[in-house]
């Protein structure tokens, strides 16, 4: 029960993208098609989870018994940084057709702050374990995947609008970005 | 003279030209997440500025002694020392805007415009150079996260800088001070700010 | 100046000593820095219980009481506040789960007839201009002077006593959730802390 209501939390109710604004830059940088935004939302996932998974063991098991919590910060973001170049190494080798899918979105995902937000609120939550964290960072990066699958089918249909010069481009994107957050408003309350 | 002139293109660039929010689209994580008022968004855009400026010049003054092949991990982590020093100090002399910036503060880590300019222009400029794009740049952080906030703060508590100025129990548009009233009030101002450089670059 | 050859051993010797240098520099300032945030943090604790408490002169952040109930999942901080000898007043963390965002985490003080003397909002993530108005002065101010055992701390639409927020009666029944439950604990705890003479 508790992981449902984490899970529908973090997918609707608090949703990474649209009302914690994390992960804004990949949000508005890669949803043009659908096909691109599936790839990013796979590498997120990925690399999330993972991510989640190392730093959560490195402040449990070392950085909170050694009294070392104000390197927190620095420690997490060299751990995400290794662990994108590691994972896009290993996928290389192990799994070409993988590779061909996420190869180009994985460069890109240590500077997504919603990998190192993701790791650092996984270590705030209540009665916090570590599947407990994976699970949300699992959660968070299905919300991750759904904002973005659902403003790049939007985007696709903008591309026919006819719209005023001035609102083309950027302010038409955050424009309907602002509408799908304001949808999402509506399941507050829901857990 | 050239000189002196090129200086202060570099300053200035950075504010309108080139504004790291409005034109770069640079940061948009914190520019939406913290700028529920005019406050929030100052206190997070001088916490930026002050980043950007100590990396900008640290990786200036060694940019020639970082063996290529490893100059990013060093950037980040010149960057999360600065962060984490910004971090701690806050929370020791400004607890509450620690508290209102909250997650946003250890994100200034993976802002793309540090890095950015860290790589893009820090690396491979003299430190005084350096020190001008990052006030520039910072300047225009710091501008468009006050006027974003002070926007939304006006519309969605009918206050700025705290002071009200509607009656107590006026109705004011909320929608401003939640989340999607950040997206949308940034699209407007967007629209407004585009108006405005084109204008002057004719 | 000529730029750093790639070779494996400058590459290694800049990036330790950056983080050599980072690590010290992170370290001097956590000394200077460590000292402001633990008393800022005991200091705002004395603020919020000098709020809801009567008049004391003791230090109750110093004899704090952890109190492990079923009521709530972590265990639940209990502050009694003393005049000399006399027990003036206890302060209990309320907290519930059911607001309209999550949780709501609220410091209820009691006199020691178990009357309801202040209450100070400590964490909340309602909707801004609608739920935080539980903040304010007007909403607190019915519960002053209230004791729990015959003032129905439910909001009115669920039959109780309380004058929920206009559009926010989901917060309105979390904050009552919660002062109901720091009464529950305070009850039963605090009547044996009463009785114990120290």
């Known amino acids: 029960m508790e992981y449902i209501i984490i899970l529908i939390g973090a997918v609707f109710v608090n949703n990474i993208v649209l009302s914690q604004f994390l992960g804004i830059c990949p949000f508005l940088g890669v949803s043009n098609k659908v096909s691109t935004s599936v790839g990013m939302s796979g590498a997120v996932l990925f690399v999330m989870t993972i991510a989640t998974m190392a730093t959560y063991m490195l402040h449990e098991f070392i950085l909170v018994p050694a009294g070392l919590e104000y390197l927190r910060t620095i420690t997490f973001i060299l751990v995400i940084a290794a662990l994108v170049q590691m994972v896009e190494i290993i996928l290389k080798k192990v799994s070409p057709p993988l590779y061909q899918a996420l190869g180009v979105f994985l460069p890109l995902i240590t500077t997504n702050c919603a990998v190192l937000g993701v790791a650092i609120l996984a270590l705030g939550m209540e009665n916090a374990s570590l599947l407990k964290a994976v699970f949300f960072a699992v959660a968070n990066s299905i919300g991750f995947g759904l904002a973005l699958i659902l403003f790049a089918s939007i985007r696709e249909h903008l591309e026919l609008a006819d719209l005023p010069k001035g609102m083309k481009g950027v302010p038409i994107n955050l424009l309907v970005a602002g509408l799908l957050s304001l949808a999402f408003l509506g399941f507050t309350g829901l857990v | 003279m050239a000189e002196a002139l090129n200086q202060k293109d570099n300053f200035l660039k950075g ?39 100590m990396s900008n010049i640290v990786v200036s003054l060694i940019k020639s002694q970082v063996p290529s092949k490893v100059r990013i991990p060093a950037f ?115 629209v407004f700010f585009n108006k405005i450089s084109t204008k002057e670059a004719k | 100046m000529a730029k750093k050859k790639d070779t494996f051993i400058n590459m290694v010797v800049s990036l330790f000593v950056i983080t050599i240098v980072a690590g010290l520099s992170l370290g001097f300032v956590n000394e200077l820095t460590v000292g402001p945030i633990q008393k800022g943090k005991i200091e705002r604790k004395i603020n919020a219980l000098k709020l809801v408490l009567p008049e004391f002169d003791n230090n109750p952040v110093e004899d704090v009481k952890m109190i492990k109930s079923d009521l709530a999942k972590d265990s639940v901080e209990m502050y009694v506040a003393k005049k000399g000898e006399n027990n003036v007043g206890t302060a209990v963390i309320g907290s519930s789960e059911k607001g309209f965002s999550g949780l709501i985490k609220i410091m209820v003080g009691f006199k020691s007839d178990g009357s309801i003397n202040n209450i100070q909002v400590l964490e909340q993530k309602e909707t801004p201009g609608l739920g935080t108005k539980m903040k304010d002065d007007k909403f607190i101010e019915q519960f002053r002077g209230k004791n729990p055992s015959e003032f129905n701390l439910k909001p009115t639409k669920d039959l109780g006593e309380v004058d929920a927020l206009t559009g926010a009666t989901i917060t309105t029944r979390a904050f009552g959730e919660a002062t109901q439950m720091a009464y529950d604990i305070f009850m039963k705890e605090g009547s044996t802390t009463k009785t114990k003479k120290d």
């Open chain 2, 15 to 53: 504010i309108i030209k080139e504004n790291p929010v409005f034109v770069m689209l640079l940061g948009m994580c914190p520019t939406l997440g913290v700028t529920s008022s005019a406050f929030n968004g100052l206190g997070m855009g001088v916490a930026t500025l002050f980043v950007l400026l």
């Open chain 2, 76 to 190: 980040i982590i010149i960057i999360a020392s600065f962060v984490t020093i910004v971090e701690m100090v806050l929370e020791a002399f400004i607890p509450f805007l620690y508290e209102q910036l909250g997650i946003f503060i250890p994100l200034i880590v993976v802002n793309c415009l540090i890095l950015g300019r860290a790589e893009a222009f820090a690396s491979k400029n003299n430190v005084m150079s350096s020190i001008l794009d990052a006030l520039g740049m910072g300047l225009g952080f710091v501008i468009a996260l006050t006027a974003l906030g002070a926007a939304r703060e006006i519309l969605g508590s009918g206050s700025i800088f705290d002071i009200k100025f509607v009656a107590e129990n006026a109705n004011t548009f909320i929608l401003f001070i939640l989340p999607p009233g950040a997206f949308i009030a940034l699209a407007y101002l967007t």
